[in-house]
């Protein structure tokens, strides 16, 4: 091998071991970058949860949805994952660090009614409906309060 290709390789290789850790590094936004963030995501888990809780009360209804209502669950817990991991992988600030820990208790709760209705649609467990949208109504409320104060 050429001293030239040795050169090239060895400059590959470091550039590669550099930027195989970049991916590690959660994103460090300003207060306000944070805050803008914590909000798009609470709005994106209200309106997931939103649509749960719609899907099950026309299931209530009988409207007969079966496996739509099912896979519409589905589809709104794993997006609502996701929002809720755009705004965990990031690194606050210090000032917002009382914040994070409300964000992610309603996040985390949130995931888990989803998850809960998702259940019940898929059990086709009638009596569970009725509540389950008294409290995803409650929730949705509960994710538009907590990013209203911000």
């Known amino acids: 091998m050429s001293r030239r290709s040795v050169q ?17 590094v959660p994103n460090r936004p300003d207060a306000e970058g944070w ?18 809780r719609v899907a099950t009360e026309q299931q209530q209804k009988g409207r007969q949805l079966g496996a739509y209502g099912v896979v519409t669950a589905t589809t709104s817990e794993e997006a609502l994952g996701k929002a809720a991991d755009s705004i965990l992988a ?7 660090r009382d914040a994070l820990d409300r964000v992610s208790q309603a996040l985390g709760d949130a995931g888990d009614l ?24 409650a ?4 994710l538009d309060d907590l990013r209203a104060s911000l």
């Open 90 to 96: 990031q690194q606050p600030p210090a000032s917002r």
């Open 114 to 137: 989803v998850s809960e209705a998702r259940i019940a649609l898929v059990r086709g467990d009638e009596a569970e409906y009725d509540g389950l949208v008294k409290r995803l109504a």
């Open 8 to 24: 090239a390789l060895s400059l590959a290789l470091l550039l590669g071991l550099l930027t195989t850790g970049c991916g590690l």
């Open 35 to 52: 805050t803008v963030a914590a909000r798009q995501s609470l709005e994106d888990a209200a309106s997931e949860v939103a649509t749960v």
């Open 139 to 142: 929730m949705s409320t509960r």
